[in-house]
């Protein structure tokens, strides 16, 4: 029955008394963004340059009795000045799914659960969040930080900086000993992301199961985290289906270590796939190196990073899919702020810089190279699937169907966030691309895009 995990959470909630209840409380997030675009293009009829206005409200109310609690949020999402036309990027793929209006918007039950834990249990079920990567915590103030911003969400995801968002039906069971966790889960991916059409309604043919191991150790860096997880994709939509020739069957074997102190890091994350992609059999692989340094001492506590990172493309030798499948990430944290790449057949090497120069303000800046690994596969773009029609990436290629050369491009990133108080903030930033012969390939008319936003988030307790 659909909807019915969301369904039973918001039931339980609307039907506990306020006795039963030891505690309640509730809130709202408002976000308001606008978004200005010069985009490369392919074709001279389509519109390079728009902007676009989005607003966003979350409501959440949340009870609890003991160590049981009931939490559901609802959302009003709208979007407004689309472009009819848009010449690439995600604002075409926000126009197409939602069947051309301009102005899409929808209230929908975004999450509605029941929780609850014990000494070494925990079980979340209903309608949830879910970012792989961060299911347990070291203790140490940054290499939390760091898991959270670099581990979460690489595969599994919220896409939260769209504004529909992505949420799953499901439940998660975890297990927990001293210093170390497994936890169990079971997720029905939903609609949303870009689509405000069917935001929130289940993708009846899409399922995605798996396991999760997560421990704490000393080593070689005084705290290690050790991370591994293995969860099978399996996609029978209409839209997998017509891109690939048959259903998306495809297991992912994930292992990291992040270790360090407070204030360093070395991160090393290696993934790699099995099973059938379409009529093809699938097997595919990506790994991911970083170091990190915050130097406390400095005025602004700058923190640099740098990295490398790399999934597999299709050589198109044998037969098989080698195109790492990127699953259902948030890739805007990843790959460059501006949208433009998924993580398969990519290299991407990346430097990140932050620094807080007031107490109530910070700037981030970062710059991308990014290049294809196969000259025979796609420059992949998205973040997974968001309706029943398509897989959810898109695979651009030049008219000869094989590339030529190798570099995509590059792209510079900047935010500034400054903080009014606890419940106000505001955001400004954007970023350029420029392209390499790749891009260039494809996007035939202007290769070279910029964008800038500005956005403010308003909480109330």
Do not use: C
């Amino acid at each position: 029955m659909k909807l019915w995990l969301g369904i039973l959470a918001t039931l339980v909630l609307a039907s506990t008394s306020t006795e039963a209840a030891l505690a309640a409380k509730g809130s709202a997030t408002l976000r308001l963004r606008y978004e200005q675009f010069d985009t490369p293009s392919g074709n001279p009829a389509l519109d390079q340059q728009f902007g676009g206005f989005h607003a966003r409200l979350r409501l959440k109310g949340a009870a609890w009795h003991g160590s049981w609690s009931i939490q559901g949020t609802l959302q009003g999402a709208a979007t407004q000045s689309l472009p009819e036309n848009g010449a690439f990027g995600i604002n075409p793929v926000y126009l197409a799914a939602n069947d051309g209006d301009t102005d899409p918007g929808k209230l929908s039950l975004l999450e509605g659960y029941v929780s609850g834990h014990g000494d070494s249990w925990d079980l979340k079920l209903g309608r949830q969040s879910f970012a792989e990567g961060a299911e347990l915590k070291t203790g140490v103030k940054y290499l939390d930080g760091v898991a959270k911003a670099r581990l979460a969400e690489r595969l599994i995801g919220n896409w939260d900086w769209v504004n529909v968002g992505r949420r799953y039906d499901g439940v998660r069971l975890g297990a927990k000993a001293e210093d170390s966790r497994i936890e169990a889960f079971y997720m029905q991916p939903l609609a949303g992301g870009v689509n405000y059409k069917e935001a929130h309604e289940w993708l009846d043919d899409l399922q995605l199961y798996g396991v999760t191991m997560s421990s704490v150790r000393e080593g070689l860096f005084p705290t290690t985290l050790v991370r591994g997880s293995v969860f099978r994709y399996e996609d029978e939509r209409p839209g997998a289906i017509n891109a690939t020739g048959d259903e998306v069957d495809v297991w992912t074997v994930v292992g990291s270590i992040l270790g360090g102190s407070k204030g360093s890091d070395a991160l090393v994350w290696v993934a790699g796939q099995f099973g059938d992609w379409g009529n093809d059999d699938h097997s595919a692989w990506a790994v991911i190196v970083e170091v990190g340094k915050r130097l406390s001492d400095v005025k602004g506590k700058p923190q640099v990073r740098v990295g490398y990172a790399q999934a597999s493309g299709d050589d198109g030798t044998d037969g098989d899919h080698t195109s790492f499948f990127n699953v259902l990430p948030t890739n805007h944290k990843f790959y460059g702020r501006m949208d433009y790449n998924a993580f398969s057949n990519l290299r991407n090497l990346y430097a990140i810089a932050s620094f807080t120069p007031t107490q109530s303000t910070s700037v981030r800046l970062a710059a991308h190279t990014y290049l294809l690994v196969e000259r025979t596969d796609a420059w992949y773009g998205g973040s997974g699937a968001f309706n029943e029609n398509v897989l959810g990436y898109a695979a651009r290629r030049p008219a000869s169907g094989t590339f030529r050369n190798r570099g995509i491009g590059q792209e510079v990133d900047v935010d500034i966030t400054h903080t009014i108080n606890g419940n106000l903030k505001t955001m400004l930033g954007g970023g350029f691309f420029r392209a390499d012969q790749a891009a260039d390939e494809v996007l035939t008319h202007d290769g070279d895009g910029y964008w800038g936003y500005l956005q403010v988030v308003a909480n109330v307790n």
